[in-house]
């Protein structure tokens, strides 16, 4: 597990495709769904012509925490849903989560600190299950 500059993230020697599907069913377990799916480097070849390093941003949902924390704080749906980078590094796969305790630190309301370590708890677990598989393999 690396602690990442805005996140918390693992890089696993899986291809893409299976890495992405992976935290997915990861996520999934831990009661996230994806809300948003951004393929970034198609979206970079359409609009730009540029070719890049494929590239996806998931936005991954847990409705009770993202309840809780839009009771504590209306506007902290401006931080929602939490992202998640699946991405080539090399010769490996990075995935990357958002850190939950950037979202509780923009917000007076104390009420998203537990907010966010739950949240944060549920994605390190869903991050270890993923790396766990990867080495198994």
Known sequence: MKELPYGIGIEVSMPLEAAEQAIRDALSE????ILTEID???????????DRT????LGACNPPLAN????????IGL?????????????????????PSLMASMSAEGELEEVAAE??????????????????E
């Open 79 to 99: 931080l929602l849903p939490c992202n998640v980078a699946v991405y080539r590094s090399g010769e490996t796969t990075m995935i990357a989560a958002m850190e």
């Open 119 to 136: 949240a944060r708890a549920r994605i390190i677990r869903a991050l270890e299950r993923v790396e766990a598989g990867a080495d198994a």
């Open 30 to 33: 831990e009661g996230f769904g």
């Open 54 to 57: 494929p590239y996806k941003i």
């Open 68 to 75: 809780r924390a839009l009771e504590a704080d209306e506007q």
């Open 40 to 50: 970034v480097a198609a979206t970079m070849k359409e609009k730009l012509g540029i």
